[in-house]
């Protein structure tokens, strides 16, 4: 769930009921999806924001099920990092609604960087994807080979208010609408951005075949 849908009936958008309806929905707060070749790990993010807490303004959150939220986000953590140390994916996928790194309107997000990203580092994670943020973009991990990509130009782009405060590692920024391409094969990875007109922007690739090849025992 993203930070407006906890503004409505958080409950309701879990419900079981829902895929009695239509099968092919699934919507947990948490949740690991195994592609055989990737595993992708969906993390709830909006409770770890603090400012929805502490200055929601005339905003109302659905915070039933998350309170206390310490020890929700906590717990949350270390079943991530179980998780990701048990998997033996190819690649390792980390998904959630907020970016850790961005230079779009909202910028990084000094919580997910404080207290996810330590883990991602630590368990070999490839790619965190996000939306949140309105815009197309590519940034670079600094300590690790993770790669920071967002995909929120659905709607509401061309926002104009690019941040410049942290611009390190940052390979790619689109204001404008516009969508992303995931490719996977058990050697490669082919990231490719796309403007409103499905005109190519931005492609990334990256092999693992000779970590393939030659396995660190």
Not at 6 to 30: M, V
Not at 47 to 52: A, G, L, N, Q, S
Not at 117 to 129: E, F, H, R, S, T
Not at 130 to 145: A, V, Y
Request: glycine share 6%; charged share 20%.
């Amino acid at each position: 769930l993203g930070n407006h849908d906890y503004r409505g009936d958080a409950l309701a958008q879990l419900s079981p009921f829902l895929r009695k309806i239509d099968s092919r929905w699934l919507c947990l707060r948490s949740f690991v999806v195994n592609a055989e070749i990737a595993e992708l790990f969906f993390v709830d993010t909006t409770p770890f924001v603090e400012e929805y807490f502490t200055s929601p303004e005339d905003h109302v959150y659905d915070w039933r099920g998350v309170s206390p939220v310490k020890s929700y986000t906590a717990n949350l953590l270390k079943d991530l990092e179980s998780a990701l140390k048990e998997s033996s994916a190819t690649w390792k996928i980390v998904v959630g609604h907020h970016a850790i790194r961005s230079v779009g309107h909202h910028g990084d997000t000094q919580e997910l960087i404080d207290q996810l990203l330590p883990i991602l580092q630590a368990n070999k994670v490839d790619l965190y994807m996000n939306g949140h943020d309105h815009c197309l973009e590519r940034i670079s991990d600094q300590k690790s080979p993770i790669q920071f990509l967002t995909s929120g130009a659905g709607s509401k782009a061309w926002r104009g208010d690019v941040s410049t405060s942290n611009n390190a590692g940052v390979n790619f920024f689109y204001d404008g609408q516009g969508f992303m391409s995931v490719k996977l094969t058990q050697s490669d990875v082919e990231i490719v951005f796309y403007d409103v007109f499905g005109r190519l922007l931005h492609r990334w690739t990256m092999s693992k075949l000779q970590d393939l090849l030659h396995p660190v025992i």
